[in-house]
Nanobody, 111 residues
Framework: QVQLVESGGGLVQAGGSLRLSCAASGIIFSDNVVGWYRQAPGKQREWVAT???????NYANSVKGRFTISRDSGKNTVYLQMNSLKPEDTAVYYC?????WGQGTQVTVSS
């Protein structure tokens, strides 16, 4: 059974930083494309960042230069380092791999 568990969300002031983690069981992250998505209240879920099995990364324009996705294969965990946070980054952040989603972690950025 595949489980993706996100953690690291919280409340932060604008300009601050958070690091989200997504720990997996039942699936090997280094064999898959892993992505972070987010969903703000009243909005559709949107793609944030992706890391491929080869380690290539891609980012949505809205977060490029501020967010960094990375992977620790030994821990089977993917991270999302979020710097220079803005109020518009407020959302529930979800980890995604293959067809599996995590439960999400709330990020709230106050102005």
């Amino acid at each position: 059974q595949v489980q993706l568990v996100e953690s690291g969300g919280g409340l932060v002031q604008a300009g601050g930083s958070l690091r989200l983690s997504c720990a997996a069981s039942g699936i090997i992250f280094s064999d898959n494309v892993v992505g972070w998505y987010r969903q703000a209240p009243g909005k559709q879920r949107e793609w944030v960042a992706t890391i491929t099995s080869g380690g290539s990364t891609n980012y949505a324009n809205s977060v490029k230069g501020r967010f960094t996705i990375s992977r620790d294969s030994g821990k089977n965990t993917v991270y999302l380092q979020m710097n220079s946070l803005k109020p518009e980054d407020t959302a529930v952040y979800y980890c995604y791999a293959f067809v599996h989603w995590g439960q999400g972690t709330q990020v709230t950025v106050s102005s």
